[in-house]
Structure formats: structure tokens, C-alpha cells
């Protein structure tokens, strides 16, 4: 046999020989794949996810307990404040000497460009005001009537204590489970209570209290205090800036503390007015339009 030709057939055998083990090689594959497919473990339709932790729920959880360690570490505060308040097309803006030591005393020197413009101390029930341009010493009951006419705040003196403080008020039940947790931006917002009976919420924002609202059974919201301006006082964090909305009263009232000192030593007699020598004494009466009656 001629070489040429016995190497051309010998080329045939390997070439067919190479087909033959690659379609094997490529039967095997496919065998085995579909080996694989067929043993794969189905599913249970039945099959429950495990549930992820709510998160917002337990971060709520923290940010309530740490609201309450400082309600219980903040006793009292003092303070000079820019006040700035407005109802309708009334616009007011004073500085003010603000005084507030838990549950509810509350001491406010009303300044004007001459010196002290009104003097108020509310000390639990007991409301005193002294007006030193017309000499004239008033006492009262000390409500949401009277807090609001001379404070700007309609609110009782232990709950406007906690509003300016920045405290949750009494009424907000801190070591009970929020009803509801949601977000409204960056702020964290807890709910208590329910529509049938009003609603207390609390709002967090960067591990501070920076919302606190107040809402009706009837839907409406009774005040809403938003707090800023945090900074680190003697390890209490206290806002700078307080910012009221009484919805009801129509009014919106802001107080800007300027050198806040907390925990300080304040005696109670710093809640205590008596009247100057030849003052008018009055007394505060809302029974019949605000007006003042003379006690002499």
C-alpha cells in the first residue's frame, strides 16, 4: 500500500474516533445535569419565612427608655430666652428670664428696653404677677387660662414646665409599649393610644426627642412642640430652640434659650412673690371676661 494513502485512512480513524468521544462526552454532560435537576430537594408550598426583627420597633423601645432616663436625670432649668410669639395679626417678641423646676413651678421676668416689663411665679396652684410700671401685684389661679394670657402657653403649669423643659408630658405613659411605629422622614414616631380616645405621639430624630403631639378623640391636634438644637449640658442633652403650635388657641409661641443652666440650685422661694410697699393689689379672675378685681 502506497504510504500517501495508508496515512489518509489512518487520519479517517482518528478523526471519526475524536467525534465519537466528544457525542459520548456530551451524552455523560447532559446525563448528569439532568441527574442533578431531577435530585434537587423541592420546596413546600406550606414553607413560612423566618420574620426579620422589627427594627423600627425595637429602636422606638430604646429611644423611649433613654427619653425616660433623662426625664428622671432633668429637674430644673434657668435661663435667659428670646420669646416670639403669634396669633392672628398679633406679633410679639420679648427677651425673657425663664426659671422651670419640676413638677410645676415656673418663674418668668417679661423684659423691655427699660428693665423688668411683668414678673410671674406659678408655684403648684398658685399664681402671683407683678407688673412694676403701674405697681400692680396680682394673684390668681395658675391654669392654662392664665399661663396662656401672661406665658403664651395654654397649657397647666406641671404640663408647660415639661414643654419647656423638653420633657414628655405626665400624661405620655413612657413605660408602656407604643401602639404604633412609623417614620415621617428622618423622624421616628411613636404612637399611643388610639382614635377612639386621642393619641399621644412622640417623635426621634438623631437619638432626641423633637417631636411631641397631642391629638383629640375628635381628630384634632390639641398642641404639637417640635425641639432642636440639642447640645450636651452637664451630660443632659437640652434643646436650644422650643417651638409650640396650639392649633385650638390659634396661636404659635418659640422660645430660643440663650445660656441654659440645668440642675442648678433654685430655692423654692424663687417661686414666691410678695407685693412691693403701695402696690394695687388685684386678684385674677376669668369667671367674668378676665377682668381683675381690686382686693381693697
Known amino acids: 500500500m502506497p504510504p500517501a494513502r495508508a496515512t489518509e485512512r489512518a487520519r479517517r480513524r482518528t478523526t471519526v474516533s475524536i467525534a465519537a468521544a466528544v457525542s459520548t462526552l456530551a451524552l455523560v454532560m447532559i446525563g448528569t445535569s439532568a441527574c442533578v435537576v431531577i435530585h434537587t430537594p423541592a420546596v413546600p408550598d406550606n414553607a413560612t419565612p423566618i420574620a426579620a426583627p422589627d427594627e423600627a420597633r425595637l429602636q422606638a423601645e430604646k429611644m423611649i427608655a433613654a427619653l425616660a432616663e433623662r426625664d428622671r436625670r432633668l429637674a430644673c432649668v434657668q435661663s435667659p430666652a428670646v420669646m416670639e410669639y403669634t396669633a392672628g395679626d398679633q406679633h410679639v417678641k420679648a427677651k425673657e428670664d425663664i426659671t422651670a423646676k419640676r413638677p ?74 407604643a401602639n404604633t411605629v412609623s417614620n415621617d422622614g428622618a423622624m421616628l414616631v411613636t404612637t399611643f393610644g388610639d382614635a377612639a380616645s386621642g393619641t399621644h405621639a412622640l417623635g426621634f430624630s438623631d437619638g432626641n426627642l423633637a417631636m411631641v403631639r397631642d391629638t383629640g378623640a375628635d381628630g384634632r391636634i390639641n398642641y404639637e412642640v417640635r425641639y432642636s438644637d440639642y447640645r450636651d449640658i452637664g451630660g443632659v442633652m437640652f434643646p436650644y430652640v422650643v417651638d409650640a403650635s396650639f392649633p385650638a388657641a390659634g396661636s404659635h409661641v418659640t422660645f430660643h434659650y440663650l445660656r441654659p443652666i440645668v440642675n442648678g440650685v433654685i430655692p423654692d422661694s424663687t417661686f414666691v412673690l410678695t407685693p412691693a410697699p403701695g402696690a394695687t393689689l388685684m386678684n385674677l379672675s376669668f369667671d367674668d371676661g378676665g377682668a381683675f378685681s381690686n382686693e381693697s
Open 104 to 177: 410645676g413651678n415656673l418663674r418668668v421676668e417679661a423684659m423691655s428696653p427699660f428693665g423688668v416689663a411683668l414678673l410671674l411665679a406659678a408655684q403648684g396652684n398658685d399664681l402671683a404677677i407683678f407688673e412694676p410700671g403701674q405697681n400692680r401685684f396680682m394673684r390668681g389661679q395658675a391654669n392654662a387660662d392664665t399661663l396662656y394670657k401672661y406665658v403664651r402657653i395654654p397649657m397647666a403649669p406641671t404640663d408647660a414646665v415639661g414643654l419647656l423643659m423638653g420633657l414628655a408630658p405626665p400624661a405620655f405613659a413612657l413605660g408602656s409599649s
